[in-house]
Structures are given as C-alpha cells and as structure tokens.
C-alpha cells in the first residue's frame, strides 16, 4: 500500500479479554516496529523487527504483550488477558532497511481502551 | 543503549513569531542520524526534519531549521514564522546506523500556536 496501514483504528475491550492489533507496513520496508503512547505521553518501545533476524523484544512490558510477522511483511501485536493500564494508542512504523536516511513511515495507531 | 531526552514538556508560541525546541541525547556512538518529528491531534506521526551526524551542515526545511552541536549531544529544532497549523506534539528521535539501527524516541514537546 501507499502507507502504513494500521487495524482496527479503535478497540473497546473488556478486562481480561485478548486483542489482536494488526499492522501492514510499506511494501519492501524490512524494518518494523511497535510503539505504545499513552495519552499525551512520549513513545514507550516495544518490539522492533529487521528482516529475517530475531526480533528485538526488550521492551514488551510484560508476557502477556508477544508479536510476530509473518512472511516479513504483515505484523500482529496480541496483548492477552488486557488490564485497564494497557489502554492506548498503539503506533506501528516501519523502514526501510537499507535506507540510510532512516525516516520511519507510521500508521496512524490502534487505540485501545479496556474497560 | 542511547537516550533522547526533551526537558520542556510543553511550549508555547506567538503566530509568525520563532520558537525553539530542545532535545539533548547520550550515545557512545560516532555515526548516527537524527529527526525531529511532528505529531498533530490527528494523530499520525510524520517527520519534519532529519540531520546526519557526519554532516556538520545544519539540516533547513524551509521554516524549519535544526541547531546541531555534536560534542554538546545537543539538536534543537527552530520553527520560524510559526503557523497555527505547526501546533502538535514534537519528537526528538534517534537512529544508530546501519540495517539493524533502532530508533529512539524523547518524551515529546507539546507546541501551542497562539493566534
């Protein structure tokens, strides 16, 4: 696609519920992230993918945050059984990987609110 | 690991007038890239600037114009004759070289335009 394609915009959920937020990045970025942003608040990382090599998950907040891509395209981020603190805007971005002017393209988020 | 940090929260400017917005980063490394980026209330993330560590020409984008001091670890953002549509959260973030590169993000600064 022409940008980063992020699903659904909105989620309301129940505590305790498992969500699925999906990302589609920019055809032939090989480098994909997920951010968190709670309200009016900076970026919180969370995972980073870069071609076909392990991801980097150093920031996922807890287990019950995990992610993958598939094909190296297409990303999920699953959050399980969801807690009134997860709720925010999840941002996904990615890059090209060889660019080297390094500019991440985003999407325009998931906002995730639990109830 | 690199640090962004943006120490003022929140800025306000006159419209048409200039307002400076700071951003200091630690890092041990010597090549890297830097960006500012933009955030309106719509929510999607895009860049406004970015500077090349190597490059000691301070990167311009039209109003926009970055003041950077690589032994100070200092890259301040300029916005000259400011626009009510320049009103939006701004982050500082930074990227190591290279296919595996991360990118770190500030805490963000939100503008306000008066008019």
């Known amino acids: 696609g022409a940008g980063v394609s992020q699903s659904p915009s909105n989620k309301v959920t129940e505590k305790g519920k498992d969500v699925e937020l999906r990302c589609d990045p920019i055809?032939?970025?090989?480098?994909l992230y997920w951010y968190r942003q709670s309200l009016g608040q900076g970026l919180e990382f969370l995972i980073y993918?870069?071609?076909?090599?392990?991801?980097?998950k150093s920031g996922l907040p807890s287990d019950r945050f995990s992610a993958e891509r598939t094909g190296g395209s297409v990303s999920t981020l699953t959050i399980q059984r969801t807690q009134q603190e997860d709720s925010a805007v999840y941002l996904c971005?990615?890059?090209?990987?060889?660019?080297?002017?390094?500019?991440?393209?985003f999407g325009e988020g998931s906002r995730l609110t639990v109830l | 690991a690199q640090t962004v940090t943006q120490s003022q929260p929140e800025m306000s400017v006159q419209e048409a007038e200039t307002v400076t917005l700071s951003c200091t980063y630690d890092?041990?490394?010597?090549?890297?890239?830097l960006f500012w980026y933009k955030q309106p209330p719509s929510r999607q993330m895009i860049l406004v600037i970015r500077?090349?560590?190597?490059?000691?020409q301070n990167a311009t984008e039209n109003r926009f114009s970055v003041n950077f001091q690589k032994a100070a670890k200092s890259f301040s953002l300029k916005i000259s004759d400011s626009q009510l549509g320049d009103a939006a959260m701004y982050f500082c973030?930074?990227?190591?070289?290279?296919?595996?590169?991360?990118?770190?993000f500030g805490d963000g600064t939100t503008l306000t335009v008066k008019p």
């Open positions: 971005a990615s890059i090209f990987g060889h660019s080297n002017t390094g500019e991440l393209f």
């Open positions: 055809s032939g970025h090989t480098a």
């Open positions: 993918f870069q071609g076909n090599s392990a991801p980097d």
């Open positions: 890092t041990s490394e010597s090549d890297y890239y």
């Open positions: 500077q090349e560590a190597y490059k000691q």
């Open positions: 973030a930074y990227r190591s070289p290279g296919r595996a590169g991360k990118s770190t």
